[in-house]
């Protein structure tokens, strides 16, 4: 579709027909345990990146992207390490070039920062990636103390791209359906994914 940025995941863009509207924000769910970092690494590689880490050191995700066996690009990362972490996270996001991709990870951090303050960043957000055609994919990690201000996140976003994890049999299988998507056709069926060298299809089994 004209005007769409694809997000350089074969798979996802055919999904999604070419791709994400610029200005997309994604809420992307996944259980800690899982490989769901792969997919983001593999997204730094269809355009400049600049990836917030509020947890792990802008070393250990260097790192762990360079070392990542898909396809990836050299982001720009920066630790987000602030005692007032919403303002950093604006700060650095200020800077935010057109054409963009912007990934927070994990955006827990900022979830638990009071509901006034955290929605202003949110509308924010949603404000710079519009005037710079970009696209924010935001990680959020499932929990069962999940932060308060979750369901402002999945309010805000544009998507919602939600990768599951089960063990089948003895294998181990990811899904991933996407029950929220502002920018066009809705996908309704669940992308059966490989996240082991790259964010492919499994064609192992039929896709349920």
Known sequence: ??????????????????GLPP??????????????ELLLYELTAARGT???????????????????????????VRHV???????????????????????IDTMDVLERCETDAYVTFLNELKTKMLETGSIAVLHCLKADDEPENRSRTYHAADAVFDLRTEIAGTELENHLTIPKFRGGSQPTDAIKLELTEEVAIDTSRDIA
């Open 50 to 76: 600049l990836y917030l880490s509020t947890e792990r050191s802008d070393d250990a995700v260097r790192h762990a992207i360079e070392a990542s066996p898909s396809s990836v690009g050299s982001p720009t």
């Open 23 to 36: 200005g997309c924000i994604v809420a992307y769910t996944a259980d800690p345990a899982s490989q769901s």
């Open 1 to 18: 579709m004209v005007g769409r940025l694809d997000t350089g995941i074969d798979v996802l863009d055919r999904k999604l027909d070419g």
């Open 81 to 103: 390490t602030s005692d007032t972490p919403l303002e950093e996270a604006t700060r650095l996001i200020g800077a935010l070039p057109d054409g963009a991709n912007l990934i």
